[in-house]
Every structure is written in C-alpha cells, then in structure tokens.
C-alpha cells in the first residue's frame, strides 16, 4: 500500500468539488466556517474554481472537474484534500484522469464520502493509494469538532487510532421532502444571523441509540482485514467495467484478508440484493474475513424484506462473519474509515471498535 506523506501543521489543505458543488448561501457560509476552522488549527486552505458553483447537481463540466482534481494532485504543497460534497455524477470526470501520470505523482490523503466512493474505491483497488471514507468539508464548521472529525485528521497525520461506537445516531430524516427555505438574506437583524452562524456550527442531533448487530446472532465477532468499500450505490456502477479491478486487489492482499465496509444511501431491498448477489457472483468477497455494514440511509422496503434480512438472504451462506448497523457512512456519525488500510474489528453486545493499522 503507497501511503501518502502525513499532514503536519502548517500544511496545505486542497478544497474540489468533483461531484456537486457548494451554490446554496447557507452552504457557503458553512464552508467559510469550516475553512476558517482549519485555519485557526494551523493549515493552509486553497480552493479550486468550482467548488462554489453547481448546475444540475455537477459543479462544472466531467472535464473541468477532473482539471481541477488534478491541480491538487499536482500540487506539492497540498497534503490533503477534502472534497466538497458528494453528489450522482462523479462518474463523469473518470475517463477524463489520465492514470498513468497520477502513478507519477506522490500520493494524497483524501477524505470524502457518498459519491466520493469513486475516487476513494478506485485509487485503493487501481492505485494502492488509502484515503479516508469520512465526512466532507463542510461539516468542519462544526464548533467543536466532533470525533470522527479529528480522528480522521489523525489519521492524515499518520496516527494508528481505534474508533469506538458512539453512543448515539441522528435520527433519518428525509430532505428529498421540500422543506421551507431560510436563508441569511430572510434575517431581518443582527441577532439573528448570529444565531444561524450558531446553528450552522452546532453538533450532530444525536436521538437514536446506536447498537451493531451480529447478522448471524454471535456473541461476539471479531477479524481483521486489508479494507475495501465504501457507498454500495457507486460500487455497483464499476462491476465489469475497465476500472474493475477488484480480483486483482484480493488476490494481491490475500495474506492480510479482506474486509469490505458497504453502505446505502438509497436503495429499494431488491435493488441491495441483486447488487449483493452480483458481487457475490463475480467473485468479490474471495478471501474476505468480514463485511461491515453501515446504517442505510433511504431502504424502500419491498415484500416486507429491510435491509438486514436482505443482505442476510443473499449473504448469509457466506462462511464469513457479517456486522450490521455499523458506525459507516450517511447517517452521522460516522467512523473514519481507511479505503486500503488493515483495519481490526470488533462487535459485541451491540458495541463496536475498529483499529485503524497503516501499513
């Protein structure tokens, strides 16, 4: 695995957007706060052209975007980069990235999730390069920073952490439903703006109790494994195409083992097993020691099947130990998780621990 240099203080921080952008005001202010945080903890930040901008749902064209990328990737002084948001059409800039020259370049620590699955899964399966599966920029805004915040700037700078289940979750509340909109241009006085600065800065709503479960009723599980994962709904997208080189991957780290962490952000449970099951056909989960799944975030519910009975009908005969209901991914918070690092797992009585191995 080609770990990249570690983040020290002073470094330089890199912003793209190489999925949706960041247009909304109340977005943008988020942003500046998160950035003004990072500066007050002792980086640097430069932005690229895009981030602030979006039009149907792509903050600039496939090639621009993979442009912009690639000017952070070349740039010596950036150490780490934190992707704006996620999105559906990251896609678009892939074969605009000429893979033979990134081999050239130094490795990154990136950090990204949800449609940031497409550059995290495939630098690790293409390029043996980690990165971290964890929030994107603008929930640094947070004062102070949560957890898995700072453990994911841990890792960056090259510290082995274990991550222990949190106690509480946010409780799924659907935003594809309109909500009415409120901005800053609505507040009619300084003190209100203040307290929309404040509500922009707070923590997650934690309401919901957080408990792993063990999909196959074991008292206690643990493994360990070389990771590989991210969003099931942008992992399926590569299954057989030119990118797809998850054989390769396994077959390289088969002494280490595999771990996959999988999450949804929104599928139909017919749609999570027939996705499953292709993986499972093509060979993917060869030489795994464990799955790790996170919370889903929008599972319809068809013939009365939820997501853990899914992956237990289509999984289930797997002679491997499967977590459900994991600290991973769009339902905060969520676990840094190293995209190519050797990751150790524990589950039991409904409490969970990963320790993050970079080697």
């Known amino acids: 695995m080609n770990y990249p240099e570690n983040l020290k203080k002073g470094d330089t921080i890199g912003i793209c957007a190489p999925s949706g952008g960041i247009s909304e005001e109340d977005a943008i202010k988020k942003l500046e ?20 901008k979006e039009e149907r749902g792509r903050s600039a064209s496939g090639k621009q975007r993979a442009k912009e990328f690639m000017e952070l990737l070349e740039n010596d002084d950036v150490k780490l980069i934190i992707f704006a948001q996620g999105g559906d059409f990251l896609v678009e800039m892939i074969p605009y990235l000429d893979f033979e020259k990134i081999k050239t370049l130094k490795p990154k620590w990136m950090q990204g999730y949800s449609d940031i699955t497409s550059i995290n899964y495939l630098w690790n399966m293409m390029l043996e390069r980690p990165s971290i599966y964890c929030e994107n920029i603008k929930d640094y805004a947070m004062r102070p920073l949560f957890r898995n915040l700072t453990d994911a700037l841990k890792i960056a700078s090259g510290e082995e952490i274990e991550q222990t289940s949190f106690e509480k979750h946010e409780e799924i509340v659907d935003f594809r439903i309109e909500q009415p909109e409120e901005t ?83 599928m139909s449970s017919p749609t999570v097993l027939l996705t499953l099951w292709q993986m499972k056909e093509a060979g993917y989960f060869k030489n795994c020691n464990g799955i790790i799944f996170g ?65």
């Open 295 to 359: 919370r889903p975030l929008f599972i319809r519910n068809d013939y009365d099947t939820d997501f853990n009975q899914t992956v237990k009908d289509v999984l289930g005969d797997l002679n491997i130990p499967i977590i459900c209901d994991a600290d991973v991914g769009h339902v905060s918070p969520q676990f840094a998780m190293v995209n190519g690092a050797i990751l150790e797992v524990t589950s039991q009585e409904g409490k969970g621990k990963v320790k993050t191995i970079l080697k």
């Open 33 to 52: 706060l998160a950035e003004k945080q990072l500066q007050e903890m002792g980086y640097k930040i430069i932005e690229t052209e895009s981030v602030r």
């Open 184 to 266: 800053l241009e609505n507040q009619e006085s300084i003190e209100e703006v203040e307290d929309k600065i404040e509500e922009l800065e707070k923590e997650y709503n934690l309401t919901q109790e957080t408990k792993w479960i063990n999909l196959k009723g074991e008292e206690k599980i643990e493994f360990r494994g070389r990771a590989i994962g991210g969003c099931l709904d942008c992992i399926k997208v590569f299954i057989g195409t030119k990118y797809d080189k998850v054989k390769n991957y396994i077959e390289t780290y088969k002494e280490d083992g595999i771990v996959w962490f999988l999450e949804v952000f929104e």
